[in-house]
């Protein structure tokens, strides 16, 4: 909450993740169903670390605005099991 400064914008992050998530549902099981299970994990293991590295350096190397933290929220829940 330090970041945002409200509650609110808190659960506004969180809201996006939850849009991302559930908006890739559809598409996530045609995936699942017709590429190799193993490569797939594989490209989602490293998008999500990828994001979480950005995420990291972000708030390491400067003080992040608050549209690059929505940007990759919105990206961990594309890539992001939705359980």
Known sequence: MTLTGS???L???NLTRAVGS???VPAAGVL???LDKRKLM???N???FTITLTLGLT?????????????????G????DPG
């Open 32 to 34: 699942i169903d017709r």
């Open 7 to 9: 509650g609110a914008m």
């Open 59 to 75: 708030l390491i190397f400067g003080s992040p605005h608050i549209y690059y933290l929505f940007i990759l929220q919105l990206f």
């Open 77 to 80: 829940g594309v890539v992001s």
């Open 46 to 48: 490293c998008l999500l």
């Open 42 to 44: 594989l490209i989602n």
């Open 22 to 24: 559930l908006g890739m």
């Open 11 to 13: 659960g506004y992050l």
